[in-house]
């Protein structure tokens, strides 16, 4: 007797008994009623906060995204526009106010903490959130290109704003009440006139704890809430000067550069750098052949010294 697979031109070929075609609604119906094979898990990044510097805005950022977006996906990046363009002349204690009411709903939405992204001038003004901010949770303060322990250099930027000025004198105008409405000047720091530096600085003698002032204390706590400070910068910056500030180095009188654990707020520990390096908590990513406009946009930069931290 001939198969029925036989029978309808298909050689060879048998058809399944009877009884099989029966049960076959109810396997169907058994395979959608089992639970889906779980999708694969994707690890959650900490979102990023990033802060721009002198004269920029989000646009600048827009290659430091795509990258973070490509080597994390899913992660929450917001680049904050405030105190765009010209704006970011204004006096950084003003600047620092308005990123602090820009970045607290964005740490209160996250409770397993954020990490700070911030470039140059913003480098400041985050230290100084961190300083301000009794509750933070930052867990990475990627520290991009920031002269974190002052500006002693003629630049582009000096020369449009104060033409007639040289690096020599400008402390004239800087160390005044006036030269402090500029952010530039609230972080000059001229090596030749110490004292004035001191005693005018509205910015950051404070938040270096160079000088006495009633929130000293509870600053330094604030700041060692961070996990990790991460300074980048390095000897091609062209901008930072000298460009160790971005490692909290810095010229004596002599214009010599001492490095950070010779500096007297690491040696007093003064807002809390000692500790942190004590603890393993500061990474130090010195890079050579980039220029200070190219920090954030340097694909082997943020390779190697951005996107090891962004966890």
């Not at 204690?93 to 308005?98: D, P, S, T």
Request: charged share 15%; proline share 7%; hydrophobic share 40%.
């Amino acid at each position: 007797m001939k198969s029925c697979g036989s029978m309808l031109g298909l050689p060879g070929l048998r058809l399944p008994p009877a009884g099989f075609l029966l049960l076959l609604p109810f396997l169907l119906l058994l395979l959608l009623l089992l639970p889906a094979t779980p999708a694969p898990h994707r690890a959650s990044y900490k979102p990023v906060i990033v802060v721009h510097g002198l004269f920029d805005s989000s646009y600048s950022f827009r290659h430091l995204l795509e990258y973070i977006n490509e080597t994390h996906p899913g992660t929450v990046v917001t680049v904050l526009d405030l105190f765009d363009g010209r704006e970011s002349l204004r006096p950084l204690w003003e600047q620092v106010q308005g990123f602090r009411e820009a970045v607290a709903p964005i740490m209160a939405k996250a409770p397993q903490g954020v990490h700070l992204i911030c470039y140059s001038q913003g480098g400041l003004v985050c230290r100084a959130l961190l300083s301000v901010m009794d509750e933070h949770n930052v867990d990475s303060f990627i520290s991009l290109s920031s002269p974190q322990m002052g500006q002693y250099g003629d630049t582009d930027y000096l020369k449009w704003l104060f033409p007639t000025s040289m690096r020599s004198n400008l402390y004239r105008i800087c160390y005044s009440p006036w030269g402090q409405e500029f952010s530039i000047c609230n972080y000059w720091h001229d090596p030749h006139h110490d004292d004035l530096y001191l005693n005018a600085s509205s910015f950051l003698a404070l938040i270096n704890g160079e000088r006495d002032h009633p929130n000293a204390t509870a600053w330094r706590k604030n700041f060692l809430r961070v996990g990790r400070l991460v300074l980048i910068g390095g000897p091609d910056d062209g901008v930072i000067t000298p460009w160790q500030s971005s490692f909290f180095g810095f010229y004596d009188a002599n214009e010599t550069v001492l490095e950070m654990e010779e500096q007297l707020v690491y040696l007093r520990d003064s807002f809390g750098l000692k500790t942190l390096l004590a603890r393993g908590a500061i990474v130090r990513c010195p890079m050579a052949g980039i220029s200070h406009t190219a920090w954030h946009s340097n694909r082997t930069l943020y390779e190697t010294c951005i996107e090891p931290w962004l966890s």
